[in-house]
């Protein structure tokens, strides 16, 4: 299949100045995303998975260009968007929309859910064929909600019924691709099944592509066909769902999936919880060479000197370790190099 992705990130990187003193001299820099490379297939659902300050949430605005990058490229069907203005990047808003995180605070109180749902049609100055309450009232309907409701203001409705709200102005435009930053973390457990099937049935019906930032991995893994792991601002991971879930190769996954809740006891027996030492280093002043090798209990001289890239160990299966796990003999991390001989001076 030699099918072009949809999105492709090379080597992007956001580093956020830290200034001091009255004069803002720049001191350092909180480098939440430092060079990460994915591709997402049209219509296909990537996950985007880690800790809480890995960089997730950065990555997913950075894709939507709600910031600007630092370095690296982001290409939306084959156009460069990476750095481009405002007035170019309007017309490709309507093909890259974001569901965010919290339907409390994304949705304006003073408006009703006509005007919410219906801004991008006025933001675009987009007429449609019945006016713009008749293809919002179609829109709520499609996300589950009751199309008189047009009238009614957020604070009227529960959580869940606010992220609808929250999706149906997503899905005004009929979007290409979808960001979803975090959209049932803030939800009741009993309410987040019924959303991620919303978006799975949208999904099938509009043909949309996502990329669904979360922390929780049981949502990831009934979502997602690839998942991406980050640590600390980078990929350290990236596989199938069922490669990645059954054969994790980085510790870190490892780790991760170890703290997955399991409902039945008796299997719970079976498997050893990986409890990582220490905190998270700062993304102000990261560890040298693998990131992870503060936390690691497989860490070597190498991973304290040499940073591992990102390598293809097993048909689409990419791990960032110079000792993965689950690794099949003779892949290509089966012999680390050795560090380079420092210059001399």
């Known amino acids: 299949m030699n099918e072009e992705p949809l999105l492709s990130v090379q080597g992007l990187e956001k580093h956020f100045p830290v200034t001091k003193g009255l004069l803002k001299r720049q001191v350092g820099a909180v480098r939440a995303v430092d060079g990460i490379s994915f591709d997402v297939m049209k219509g296909e659902t990537l996950g985007l998975v880690g800790e809480s300050g890995c960089g997730k949430t950065t990555t997913g605005r950075l894709i939507t ?37 919290d339907p409390y605070s994304s949705l304006n109180p003073r408006h009703t859910v006509g005007a919410i749902v219906g801004a991008p049609f006025r933001i675009q100055g987009i007429k449609t064929e019945q006016g713009t309450k008749k293809a919002v009232q179609e829109i709520l309907e499609l996300v589950g909600l009751n199309p008189e409701h047009y009238n009614r203001y957020p604070h009227e409705f529960s959580g869940g019924q606010r992220q609808r709200i929250g999706i149906a102005r997503t899905l005004a435009l009929k979007p290409k691709l979808i960001i979803a930053d975090e959209p049932v973390s803030a939800l009741d457990v009993s309410i987040q099944a019924q959303v991620v099937n ?30 991406a792991v980050m640590y600390l601002g980078k990929i350290v991971e990236i596989a199938d769902r069922k490669g990645l879930y059954e054969a994790p190769m980085h510790p870190y996954t490892n780790a991760l999936l170890s703290a997955v809740p399991i409902p039945d006891p008796k299997r719970r027996k079976e498997r050893d919880r990986i409890r990582l030492q220490g905190d998270v280093p700062s993304p102000l002043n990261p560890p040298p060479a693998c990131r992870f090798h503060t936390r690691c209990w497989k860490a070597q001289d190498i991973c304290r000197q040499v940073e591992p890239p990102l390598l293809t160990l097993a048909p689409g299966h990419q791990a960032a370790c110079h000792f993965p796990e689950n690794a099949p003999s003779g892949s290509a991390a089966a012999a680390p190099q050795e560090p380079a001989a420092a210059p001399a001076d």
């Open 65 to 101: 260009r709600l910031i600007e990058p630092t370095g690296g490229t982001i290409v939306f069907e084959g156009n460069d968007i990476s750095h481009m203005s405002q007035g170019r990047l309007r017309p490709l808003r309507r093909d890259v929309q974001m569901i965010f995180q």
């Open 198 to 227: 919303l978006l799975e049935d949208l999904q099938s019906e509009l043909d949309l592509t996502y990329v669904v930032i979360a922390h929780d991995l049981s949502v990831v893994r009934h979502i997602s066909d690839r998942v």
